[in-house]
């Protein structure tokens, strides 16, 4: 009957109507931890869930409720969940989805949170995580037909920005009857649905590249419904919850989320063509140059590359890296990514902290090794600050 909106339009508007109060345009930020009831009847339906409502903060709120539900409309979900932040969603779904031996398939990409939790915290409860080459699609496989409760993916990956192929990866998790979870912050629903390619779960870090102002901190998960159904009950029981404040940013920073991503793939594709061909630049990882090693999949899977890419200076050192960085003017040093400001970093000061250089050389990652997130500005002037910061190198 309808033909269904664009993404663009789904951004601005999706999710926000049943919010509005009193002609208010916009979704109020609902601060109160209770609503009360004048209807002994009326409140125990919707503290069973036999009608809609809500009880208590720690359970459900009408702004966090509001930024839920324009995730899901962008991801083309049934059922969507928050946390407080994206480590929030992804513990809540790890420890509400297994069971003591139950088996995970993963990669040695995932964002180093996530892997903190197969490393440390779930071994505790006898559950056993599979960590495999990332780019080994059919070692993955191997893995995954052996048998397993769940399959845990996340592509583009950090901070080497591989690709892996979700499609393939969910057809064999489907055989082998395990739930697939993929974590999509770098990629955003503007440019990867998972859940289209065989995903039974997707979920963000919002904090990042939803928000997109590096200003809330927020997790978000979509899809089946009654895995969501079972996430959210996890969550608030744990209290993980997502404030209402930080809710109504996220949404705020989403009604140009299609703008802002739209304007980070041209840029960044620009710029990693400009640092393949300086000379002062060894290795660029991009899947939007023809040279990256899963091209092929990222043009089937991806409407766009993303903004994120890093590269390996031609002094591939840490102590070149620390020279570099702060040479850039239009360039935040920090441990963050996906806000309309660019921003850079070194792995081993970011995102792989925890691990020695040892370990971070046996996960491929080069100590020298430069991340950057595309912001919004004038890709001319990130590319000039780049040139002038590259000279002398
Ligand atoms: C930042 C990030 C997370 C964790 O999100 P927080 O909001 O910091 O808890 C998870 N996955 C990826 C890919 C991330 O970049």
């Known amino acids: 009957m309808n033909d269904p909106i664009h993404t663009g339009t789904q951004a601005v508007w999706g999710g926000e109507e049943k919010s509005w109060m009193q002609g208010a345009t916009q979704v109020p930020v609902v601060h109160s931890v209770s609503f009360g009831y004048t209807d002994m009847d009326e409140w125990l339906q919707v503290a069973n869930g036999e009608r809609p409502g809500h009880i208590y903060g720690r359970n459900t709120n009408p702004t966090v409720q509001a930024f839920e539900e324009k995730v899901r409309l962008l991801e083309g979900a049934d059922a969507a969940t928050s946390a407080a932040t994206g480590m929030g969603i992804i513990s809540s779904t790890l420890f509400a989805l297994l069971r003591a031996k139950d088996r995970v398939v993963s ?21 056993d995580a599979v960590l495999c080459d990332t780019e080994d699609h059919e070692a993955i496989e191997t893995e995954i037909a052996k048998g397993c409760r ?13 690709i892996l192929d979700l499609e393939r990866l969910a057809g064999a998790a489907k055989k082998a009857g395990a739930i697939v979870v993929v974590d999509n912050t770098f990629a955003t629903p503007i440019n990867q649905n998972p859940l289209q390619l065989g995903a039974d779960l997707v979920l963000h870090s919002a ?52 703008l802002r991503v739209a304007r980070q793939n041209e840029s960044a594709l620009d710029i990693a ?20 090693d899963n091209y092929d999949i ?12 890093s590269f390996e200076l031609k002094e591939n050192t840490l102590d070149a890296a620390k020279r570099f960085l702060p040479r850039l003017k239009y360039a935040h040093a920090a441990a963050n990514l996906g806000a309309v400001e660019t921003i850079v970093g070194m792995p081993a000061t970011t995102s792989h902290v925890e691990c020695t250089a040892q370990e971070r050389a046996a996960m491929g ?29």
């Not at 590249?209 to 009654?226: K, T």
């Not at 990222?298 to 890419?309: E, I, P, S, T, V």
């Open 365 to 393: 990652i080069p100590e020298g090794l430069i991340r950057y997130s595309t912001g919004i500005e004038d890709p001319r002037d990130l590319i000039a600050d780049l040139k002038q910061a590259l000279a002398g190198m």
């Open 207 to 258: 904090t990042k590249f939803l928000g997109g102002h590096a200003d809330a901190l927020g997790g978000v998960i979509c899809g089946n419904r009654d895995l969501v159904k079972k996430i959210y009950h996890f969550r608030e029981i744990n209290g993980a919850t997502l404030h209402p404040m930080a809710a109504y940013l996220l949404l705020r920073g989403m009604k140009t989320l299609h």
């Open 150 to 162: 769940l399959v845990y993916l996340e592509t583009p990956t950090n901070p080497t920005i591989k």
């Open 298 to 309: 990222a043009c089937r899977q991806m409407r766009g590359f993303g903004g994120m890419l």
């Open 107 to 127: 990669i040695k990409d995932t964002y180093g949170g996530t892997s903190k939790l197969f490393f440390e915290f779930l071994p505790r409860f006898n559950v």
């Open 273 to 292: 063509r400009f640092l393949w061909e300086h000379p002062a630049v060894g290795r660029v990882y991009y899947p939007g140059l023809e040279t990256h």
